[in-house]
């Protein structure tokens, strides 16, 4: 696969830079948040958004919708919805007098799907998205439809402990590339939203990017270059969540998996991109690492009793490997940094 | 047509080539310490040696070699540490990638040396260094102790240990012959001359090498000198014995004697007198000319009192000579008058002129000399109710039935009550509750829990 031209990647990064733009007049003072978001589209990953009621997560995932110009389904998860709710039910209809089944896509066949409290629904339900977020394909009764392409579950969740919510799967954790934590806002930026924003009306959003820019993007994505010792890092990073495996990891029941690993290096090429970059780095692996590791670790019980979070343990693995294998002499200590980039 | 390369580039070829010769220059002193510790021991322990032995001061030459010598050892270290330490050298890839993780080029040198894109601009703190300075105290410790362990032996106030090697034991034998000569002449008993040749005798045997003093030949000689001294000193005891015997008697009896006595005792003094002056260990000459001048026939005209003085002083030299040949335990232990001075009666029995007393005590017409355990005053001692403990060690020799040791015990007792118990009552413990924080869980989840529920 050629490697995109200097221009290329300009014309991709100002487009990237138009799409933050847009979302970030959407969503106030979540400006990494949304980096994250884009970068995720970018490397073709579903994402789950956790935060608290009202932090903006829903506006953020219709804002993307409306930037892009995609097709967007809203599915909003209740205990009682079922598997063939939102992946369609084949429904009998009658035409030149033949009785036969029909099948009646659900919501999921769209190229956004918002997956709004994912979390409320049964893991019955929750695991019917399996197949959509792997495969990117519905099967009902035997018979496999293609979703529509390119297709992203975002779904946001409330935290675990709030009333009538059911923990995801693991399974369906690893399908997801980045768990975002939604944070609130400070004094300045609820400000902000007061003065700009309106109760019951939505801002107005205007498309930004076509769905072919958007796919060209993803295809740039695909063919940035990752250095052999970026690819290594991100082994020994992955590696080191599992126990016994870094210092970090005693805490750590099962580690991610290999899938954590390539999501980790697609995310760091779609980062490499919006820096305008024509190739991955340690650094860009570094800022993507939390996201992408920190809902694909268990942590040992222990851990949790003392009161450690799965992000907390992942900085923690993240501090502790370095980003190239080989040792350092002691004859030799580290100065302060000598310039940053 | 040449193609210059790009400035960039060559900046930062040489500031990885820096990055590069740093680290492995770091890997190869963190191997040099260790061992320069080592050998500084090494080295220390050698110069100790060295000059403990004397070698620099006896033979100069030794300094010229033993520079040479650590010269090619210091080399030896250093080209040794090197090839050990290749193993983590850097090459110029992983030192670039160091420097731009360092550096924070967001892999910018790999990207660019790939092809993709520009050299990035080098930065005005790359030219100062690349993010690493010398760990100095881990760099320098190690040799500078090394160097002084050592310096430090050069400035230790050490005297070669050549002059004061111990000389080993000398038989025991020549010291006892030199002691007994050594009181003979200080007692001016013996002929001077003669003690004169016989030290020069004990000196050459101690004149063979230290290490052939223990030889077998050695040792016979010098067994041989010592019993041929001892006999000397024996017969010379006798013979003063006996002129003083002689001395005694004319000084106390002389007036009383009867000729024949008188005679016999001439007699006698005569002979002890030749046995005096023709010995192997010849009396004083002194003394011997004293004597001789009084000869047998002075001897009965002798005064009492010279006779007397002539005797104490032959009752000295012998007391003097048992005590050398450890005869006597105490000087003047006899039953005389003074030291060494026969007694009347003793002097009196040796002419066979008064009759042995009781059983067996001598005499010319003496007792019936009964043989010991006849009844006496005390009965004789046969060490016959001494009560002896017996121990037999050797158990592979006791005899059936024998004793071979006694301990105390107690008997096993089942102490269990076995009282009649409510019905209901359980023995086991259980499996949960209590028991489980007692028996299963470990300190680490003990405290996981009592953190939790605190």
Redesign the interface.
Known sequence: MP?PT?AEIATHNAGVRRLLEALNGVLFGQEQLVELVVTGILARGHILLEGLPGLGKTELVKGLAKALELGTKRIQFTPDLLPGDITGNPVLQEANGRREFVFQPGPLFTNLCLADEINRASPKTQSALLEAMQERRVTVLGETHPLPQPFFVLATQNPIELEGTYPLPEAQLDRFLFKLEVHRNDAATLQRIVEHRELGVEPELRPVMTREELTGIMEAVRTI?L?E??ANYIARLVNATHPGQSKAAVAIKYGASPRAALSLASAAKAR?LM?G????????VQAVAVPVLQHRIILD??AR??GKSNAGVANEVLAEVP??A??????????Q????? | MSRTPPPRHRVWSRLIARTRR??NL??W??WL?PVSLLFGVAGACAVLYVRSAGWFEATPPVIRWTGIACGAVVALVMGMTWWLARR?F?TSE?AM??LE????????L??AS?G??EWPPV?E??T????????WP??IGPPVVSAVLVALPFFLPIRPVEGVVARPNEPMAWQEMEKWLEDLREEKIADPEKLEELAKQIEALRENPPEQWFSHSNLEATDSLRESLERSLSELERNTAEAGTALSAMARFGNELSPEGAERIAGEFAEALQGLELGTLPMDKETLEALGKLGPEGLKKMDPATARELARKLGENREALKRMLGQCDKPGGGEGEGEGVLSEKEILRMLGEVPGEGPGAGGVNRGRGDAPMFHEDQESNLGTKNLERTVNDDLRRAAPGDVVGISQTEHEIDKTPTAVRPGGAIDSAGKGGGRVWEADLLP??KA??N??YK
Request: charged residues 30%; without cysteine; hydrophobic residues 40%.
């Open positions: 490697q200097e270059y250095p010792v970026v490499g820096a970059r024509a190739h991955a780095s340690f650094e860009d019980y222990n009793i003392d980003v190239q080989l040792a350092t002499p002691k004859t030799l200590k580290e100065s940094p000598v310039v940053s980039a | 740093r680290v770091g890997w002193l963190e310490a983590r850097v992983q990638v160091r993780a360092r550096m924070r080029l967001d892999n910018a790999t990207a790939r993709l894109g930065p703190e790359a100062r260094g690349d993010g690493w300075v010398w760990n881990r760099l680490d989840e996981v829990l953190r939790f």
